[in-house]
């Protein structure tokens, strides 16, 4: 048992200045760890922090949170400690075999989610005869064109003949298609008893594919959060269900898995009985979740191309006014040149335009919010519900989105600046917080009311002239309203951060990036994201180095899925 090292407490690494990573450390040499170990866990922290699962203790990766590389000798050393397990027991620390140094929760999340993945591989599904299969699929798929639907209807075949389908495609490939055509088969085939369960990582999402789903004619029950359908309980944080209590459902279909994260992805699989048919989906080349792994790019990595993969890629872009397809695949391919290639040209779905400074940023935001006035004119003087429906939509019209929350180039700052620009042009009374025409965006659930994190409400006197924040209800085509005193945290839509946007889709979408091409957060993925969010036309407020350099960076996340997913698979079939 080793003692608490007191010297250790003047040795705090200078870099470690975050409290939560000083906290950590410290609570490493309180129970027992000497300070390399403490130095060590600190750095995990800061890992995690950044999304990654473990911090690499050796070779090129150990730098990537400010350690160096450790030698054999000091990683004996720090698997002496009573805080490290390899695995093989409880602690509050496992050190894995690549020399990965994991807290205990994210290491097992990455082996409970491996290990479900592949008994759902392993698993024969309860199978309909083939040739009712087949009759499904050609009624199912029955007006579309087989030359062009090929790989949607492997995915429909995959979904049920086996317990697991991960479908992934970049925008309007046809992924919601599918599985409402799979939704179809599969009543088709087992009738109105099959109990089917829709469901998405925030809200927004959810309740986009509500739109989407002729829910009705199919008898699918509402989409719900993720959080919702676990059970999610916000005094305890903890989930209703799980392995101990399974959910009840045959066939579960989940979207925008990119943004879940490890726990949740883990909850989720071990809630999922062993005869349900599961279908994870999303678009893998999206920003990973806000928290921690990048689930389904490990996923898909691993698993696309094995044999028998369960992965369905879909590739070929359906929306026909989507003008913006190669924009997209340049940014999946991170290929600066082909993005902007023809942007000067005034009809070209895609511009370009520089924000270098402060005063192009304050252009840019003034020429923004003009459009937006244009835009809004005719809706913000009305009451009541239908009014305040077309408010809603006119501001569906076009969003900006930013890289970063604070700061001069945040969303924050910008939705402030066109803020006060809506506020002079509606001649809003000085000091008058809230005011009609207003769009919001809910930042935390509330389960109570119904408003979740991502949802976005407009502000608009009711018949009675008393201001209420309006709010798509997701089961009907009806609007929700509020009393603004009622409603949960919330902040001006007017900008939104580019994580924040993710599983909602605009007309148009600028997106400013700030002007440091070195800033961490710039990444290929997120401009990918950011553009995605676009139908028909995106603006990029810029520097073409900035963009560049986003794009030349594909990040990853360091964790152990994608490598235990790939020696389990192989072990299944070895
Ligand atoms: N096989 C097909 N034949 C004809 N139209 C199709 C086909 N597949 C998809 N579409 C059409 O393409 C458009 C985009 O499809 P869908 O919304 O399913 O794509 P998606 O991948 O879910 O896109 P996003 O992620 O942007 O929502 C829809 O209008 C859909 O009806």
């Given at each position: 048992?080793?003692?608490?090292?007191?010297?250790?407490?003047?040795?705090?690494?200078?870099?470690l200045s975050d409290p939560f990573e000083q906290a950590v450390w410290r609570w490493t040499l309180a129970h027992g760890?000497?300070?390399?170990?403490?130095?060590?866990?600190?750095?995990?922290?800061?890992?995690?922090?950044?999304?990654?699962?473990?911090?690499?203790?050796?070779?090129?990766?150990?730098?990537?949170?400010?350690?160096?590389?450790?030698?054999?000798?000091?990683?004996?050393?720090?698997?002496?400690?009573?805080?490290?397990?390899?695995?093989?027991?409880?602690?509050?620390?496992?050190?894995?075999?690549?020399?990965?140094?994991?807290?205990?929760?994210?290491?097992?999340?990455?082996?409970?989610?491996?290990?479900?993945?592949?008994?759902?591989?392993?698993?024969?599904?309860?199978?309909?005869?083939?040739?009712?299969?087949?009759?499904?699929?050609?009624?199912?798929?029955?007006?579309?064109?087989?030359?062009?639907?090929?790989?949607?209807?492997?995915?429909?075949?995959?979904?049920?003949?086996?317990?697991?389908?991960?479908?992934?495609?970049?925008?309007?490939?046809?992924?919601?298609?599918?599985?409402?055509?799979?939704?179809?088969?599969?009543?088709?085939?087992?009738?109105?008893?099959?109990?089917?369960?829709?469901?998405?990582?925030?809200?927004?999402?959810?309740?986009?594919?509500?739109?989407?789903?002729?829910?009705?004619?199919?008898?699918?029950?509402?989409?719900?959060?993720?959080?919702?359908?676990?059970?999610?309980?916000?005094?305890?944080?903890?989930?209703?269900?799980?392995?101990?209590?399974?959910?009840?459902?045959?066939?579960?279909?989940?979207?925008?898995?990119?943004?879940?994260?490890?726990?949740?992805?883990?909850?989720?699989?071990?809630?999922?009985?062993?005869?349900?048919?599961?279908?994870?989906?999303?678009?893998?080349?999206?920003?990973?979740?806000?928290?921690?792994?990048?689930?389904?790019?490990?996923?898909?990595?691993?698993?696309?191309?094995?044999?028998?993969?369960?992965?369905?890629?879909?590739?070929?872009?359906?929306?026909?006014?989507?003008?913006?397809?190669?924009?997209?695949?340049?940014?999946?391919?991170?290929?600066?040149?082909?993005?902007?290639?023809?942007?000067?040209?005034?009809?070209?779905?895609?511009?370009?335009?520089?924000?270098?400074?402060?005063?192009?940023?304050?252009?840019?935001?003034?020429?923004?919010?003009?459009?937006l006035i244009d835009q809004l004119s005719g809706a913000v003087t009305g009451q009541g519900e239908q009014d305040a429906?077309?408010?809603?939509?006119?501001?569906?019209?076009?969003?900006?989105?930013?890289?970063?929350?604070?700061?001069?180039?945040?969303?924050?700052?910008?939705?402030?600046?066109?803020?006060?620009?809506?506020?002079?042009?509606?001649?809003?009374?000085?000091?008058?917080?809230?005011?009609?025409?207003?769009?919001?965006?809910?930042?935390?659930?509330?389960?109570?009311?119904?408003?979740?994190?991502?949802?976005?409400?407009?502000?608009?006197?009711?018949?009675?002239?008393?201001?209420?924040?309006?709010?798509?209800?997701?089961?009907?085509?009806?609007?929700?309203?509020?009393?603004?005193?009622?409603?949960?945290?919330?902040?001006?839509?007017?900008?939104?951060?580019?994580?924040?946007?993710?599983?909602?889709?605009?007309?148009?979408?600028?997106?400013?990036?700030?002007?440091?091409?070195?800033?961490?957060?710039?990444?290929?993925?997120?401009?990918?994201?950011?553009?995605?969010?676009?139908?028909?036309?995106?603006?990029?407020?810029?520097?073409?180095?900035?963009?560049?350099?986003?794009?030349?960076?594909?990040?990853?996340?360091?964790?152990?899925?994608?490598?235990?997913?790939?020696?389990?698979?192989?072990?299944?079939?070895?």
């Amino acid at each position: 048992m080793s003692r608490f090292d007191f010297a250790a407490l003047n040795r705090l690494p200078a870099d470690l200045s975050d409290p939560f990573e000083q906290a950590v450390w410290r609570w490493t040499l309180a129970h027992g760890g000497d300070a390399l170990l403490a130095e060590r866990v600190a750095r995990t922290a800061r890992a995690e922090a950044a999304g990654d699962s473990c911090l690499a203790l050796t070779g090129a990766q150990a730098s990537r949170h400010g350690g160096t590389a450790l030698d054999s000798q000091q990683l004996q050393q720090l698997r002496r400690s009573s805080l490290i397990s390899d695995g093989g027991h409880i602690a509050p620390l496992v050190i894995d075999a690549r020399q990965r140094l994991y807290f205990w929760r994210n290491w097992r999340h990455e082996q409970r989610i491996s290990e479900q993945i592949v008994q759902a591989l392993s698993t024969a599904a309860d199978q309909a005869a083939s040739e009712s299969l087949e009759a499904a699929l050609q009624q199912a798929f029955a007006d579309s064109d087989p030359a062009l639907d090929s790989l949607q209807r492997k995915a429909v075949r995959q979904a049920l003949s086996r317990r697991l389908l991960i479908l992934t495609g970049g925008p309007g490939t046809g992924k919601t298609r599918t599985v409402g055509r799979l939704i179809e088969a599969a009543r088709r085939l087992h009738g109105e008893t099959l109990q089917i369960h829709v469901a998405a990582p925030t809200g927004k999402a959810a309740q986009r594919l509500n739109m989407l789903f002729d829910r009705d004619a199919n008898n699918v029950t509402a989409a719900q959060t993720v959080h919702r359908l676990l059970g999610f309980d916000p005094d305890t944080q903890r989930f209703r269900h799980g392995r101990e209590l399974p959910l009840k459902t045959d066939l579960l279909i989940v979207d925008e898995v990119s943004m879940l994260d490890l726990g949740t992805l883990r909850t989720l699989l071990e809630a999922v009985p062993p005869s349900t048919h599961l279908v994870l989906m999303g678009d893998a080349e999206q920003l990973q979740s806000v928290t921690t792994g990048s689930v389904l790019d490990d996923i898909v990595q691993a698993l696309e191309g094995i044999p028998d993969s369960p992965v369905v890629r879909l590739q070929h872009g359906f929306r026909s006014e989507h003008g913006l397809l190669p924009v997209f695949i340049a940014a999946q391919q991170g290929d600066a040149k082909a993005l902007t290639r023809g942007a000067d040209d005034l009809f070209a779905p895609i511009s370009l335009r520089s924000c270098a400074d402060l005063t192009q940023r304050d252009q840019r935001l003034h020429d923004w919010a003009l459009q937006l006035i244009d835009q809004l004119s005719g809706a913000v003087t009305g009451q009541g519900e239908q009014d305040a429906a077309r408010l809603l939509q006119a501001w569906q019209q076009q969003q900006l989105l930013c890289v970063l929350n604070e700061g001069p180039f945040g969303a924050s700052e910008a939705a402030l600046r066109i803020e006060a620009r809506l506020r002079e042009a509606w001649r809003v009374l000085p000091g008058t917080a809230s005011f009609a025409g207003q769009a919001i965006m809910v930042r935390r659930n509330d389960y109570a009311r119904g408003l979740f994190n991502g949802d976005l409400g407009v502000l608009l006197p009711d018949t009675s002239s008393r201001l209420r924040a309006w709010f798509a209800d997701p089961m009907s085509s009806r609007l929700r309203s509020f009393a603004t005193g009622d409603l949960p945290e919330h902040a001006s839509a007017c900008a939104l951060t580019v994580h924040k946007s993710q599983g909602s889709e605009f007309p148009r979408v600028a997106l400013l990036l700030p002007p440091d091409a070195e800033s961490r957060v710039l990444s290929r993925q997120l401009v990918y994201t950011a553009l995605t969010r676009a139908r028909q036309r995106v603006e990029i407020w810029g520097d073409e180095a900035v963009l560049g350099a986003a794009l030349a960076r594909r990040s990853s996340r360091l964790g152990g899925l994608r490598d235990l997913l790939v020696q389990r698979c192989a072990a299944l079939r070895g």
